[in-house]
């Protein structure tokens, strides 16, 4: 669906001056640093997938979104979506995406969200039984009919998000970015938005690339991560390998018959004691299946469980550049 090779993106800003003899400067001269947006980055992206982009503010998301979606031109590398080169050919790009860019509306601001609907129906010239087909869809499973004829501008921000998600898939795209999904909404309306980008990414083979900063949403939808900072790619793979090799280790939680006072276990670190309860850090040298034996060896275990590394935890370490060699290559 996706191929990115080599991609750069740089952009000019310009140098001001300051002081009469700056401005002046300012008006005779035009001097500029380069900076890099995007920095070689490469990846691929299979029909079907759900891929958490993530990283900082600057890393260089938004901007590779912006190639990917046509409304910027690269400086140098390739770039296909699904067979196309979003730039070049925009008009017929445009047609089989569907983008919710965060808090800006894709509806019409004063029109009830059916008639922004409706209209859309017409610009992506969607026949009128598959339109009525996926409203219904989207209103069973996005709960819709309640604000239908209410105008975007009254819609809570919960309210807007699911109209704007059904607007971006209406016309049935084989490929949706997401960009903030979820951003200010409460712990109800996520879930609703989470659920129904499941299910549309797996009932209807939806291609979804999801920015986020909230990784309850990674945690919940994705499988695959990739990770850019400074323009640089990071990180690409599984979620789970992303928490096995920067996620220092294990945790494993264990259930005391009788609170066990200060534990000394070779391996394993106490993090944290709730009574009877203790969370203990396991090193990845021997794992968890050393320390187990040397539990129920030397204290009186109800019961344990491990647990996997925190994903705020691993992420952030990596962001503070905790995981990163003199070069900004991962480690």
């Known amino acids: 669906m996706i191929r990115i090779e080599n991609l750069h993106k740089d952009f000019r800003v310009y140098r001001h001056h300051r002081g009469a003899l700056g401005a002046l400067r300012n008006l005779t001269t035009r001097e500029f640093n380069v900076v890099a947006a995007v920095d070689g980055v490469s990846f691929n992206i299979a029909a079907g997938e759900l891929v958490g982009y993530l990283g900082p503010n600057g890393a260089g998301k938004s901007t590779t979104i912006k190639i990917l979606t046509g409304i910027l031109v690269p400086t140098s590398g390739e770039v296909w979506v699904d067979g196309r080169v979003p730039w070049r050919q925009r008009t017929e790009h445009v047609r089989r995406i569907g983008a919710v860019f965060g808090q800006r509306a894709g509806l019409w601001w004063d029109l ?7 209209l859309l129906r017409h610009i992506y010239r969607v026949p009128e039984g598959r339109y009525r087909r996926n409203l219904r869809l989207f209103d069973d499973l996005l709960e819709l009919g309640p ?3 209410t105008p975007v501008r009254s819609l809570s921000l919960g309210q807007r998000m699911r109209a704007d998600l059904a607007a971006a898939l209406l016309h049935d795209p084989a490929l949706l970015f997401l960009d903030e999904p979820t951003i200010g909404l409460d712990v109800v309306a996520k879930e609703r938005i989470r659920g129904f980008i499941r299910q549309i990414n797996r009932e209807r083979g939806t291609t979804v690339i ?3 900063h909230d990784l ?6 994705c499988e695959r991560v990739i990770m850019i900072d400074h323009g ?3 990180f690409d ?3 789970v390998e992303l928490k096995r090799r920067f996620g220092e280790g294990r945790l494993l939680r264990v259930d ?14 106490p993090i944290r004691q709730e009574a009877n309860r203790v969370w203990l850090r396991v090193g990845a040298e021997g794992g968890v299946a050393a320390v187990v034996p040397l539990l129920f060896r030397d204290y009186r275990v109800l019961d344990l469980a491990v647990e996997e590394p925190e994903i705020e ?3 952030r370490r990596i962001y503070e550049g905790h995981l990163l060699d003199k070069t900004g290559k991962s480690v």
Do not use: C, I, N, W
């Not at 009830?112 to 409706?118: A, F, I, Q």
């Not at 309850?216 to 939808?221: H, M």
């Not at 005391?256 to 670190?269: H, K, N, R, S, Y």
């Open 313 to 315: 935890e691993v992420v």
């Open 216 to 221: 309850g949403d990674v945690e919940k939808l």
């Open 210 to 212: 999801l920015t986020t």
């Open 256 to 269: 005391f018959e009788t609170p066990p006072g200060d534990l000394v276990l070779p391996g394993a670190q």
């Open 237 to 239: 793979g599984a979620l």
């Open 112 to 118: 009830p969200v059916v008639e922004s609907l409706d």
């Open 147 to 149: 604000f239908l004829d």
């Open 232 to 234: 640089r790619l990071m």
